[in-house]
């Protein structure tokens, strides 16, 4: 079945850094990825919608300078949390859709802890 | 109009019995409608899906409900194990889960007692 893995599942960076996590689809092509941010005990919250060669799509009230969104290949999206602060803290999850086929597959993950 | 509302936040199940979570959807322009299941420091993974033209899907155990008119859709998951322990969350797209994003419902955390 389709695969998607998300790196890393764990990070702590100081206050002030920059922050990358990949999302890759290991066995097909994904023109479109999604990436979420989970706070403990809720729902899913969509950030921001990326499409492989074309700028992402933010969601509202999503700082887009804050979270960059690279989407350079069909199998590689990228979120990079900016000048992390504390409250940047939380579970960021990626999901990518087929090229062709339906559905979305989630990745794993990545705990983002900011001291 | 985007919402998707699900019921009950929690629920606690004896081991054997029948959980049943409900999502109540607005927009009529959705037709994907999966339910995803979440455990702890994961990421959700897909369990069963319906579109609109269908009334029941079952897969093993679990089985979707849905009801077009009033705008409902329902997981039960028959003979409940502890391994079922974990979040469930509903969702709706729309272009038949080809196109356009999840909208997630709030979630529910199911228990399986022994």
């Known amino acids: 079945g389709a695969v998607v893995s998300q790196h890393p599942s764990r990070v702590i960076c100081k206050s002030g850094t920059s922050v990358k996590i990949e999302c890759r689809s290991l066995?097909?092509?994904?023109?479109?990825m999604f990436w979420y941010r989970q706070f403990p005990k809720q729902s899913l919250m969509l950030m921001a919608t990326?499409?492989?060669?074309?700028?992402?799509?933010?969601e509202q009230g999503v700082e887009k300078d804050k979270f960059l969104i690279n989407h350079a290949s069909l199998t590689l999206s990228t979120l990079t949390v900016t000048s992390a602060h504390p409250e940047d803290s939380s579970f960021y999850i990626c999901?990518?859709?087929?090229?062709?086929?339906?559905?979305?597959?989630f990745g794993s993950g990545t705990r983002l802890t900011v001291v | 109009q985007q919402q998707v509302k699900q019921s009950p936040q929690s629920l606690i199940v004896q081991k054997g019995g029948i959980s049943i979570i409900n999502c109540a959807y607005e927009n009529t322009a959705f037709d994907y409608f999966p339910w995803y299941q979440q455990f702890p420091g994961k990421g959700p993974a897909l369990l069963i899906a319906i579109r609109p033209d269908v009334s029941e899907k079952k897969e093993g155990r679990f089985t979707i409900s849905f009801n077009k008119s009033a705008k409902q859709f329902s997981l039960h998951i028959m003979d409940s194990q502890p391994g079922d322990s974990a979040t469930y969350f509903c969702a709706a797209s729309m272009g038949s889960g080809n196109t356009g994003k999840l909208i997630f419902g709030q979630g529910t955390t199911l228990q399986v007692k022994p």
């Open positions: 066995d097909f092509q994904a023109t479109t």
């Open positions: 999901s990518a859709r087929p090229l062709t086929g339906t559905g979305y597959t």
């Open positions: 990326s499409n492989e060669g074309s700028k992402a799509t933010y």
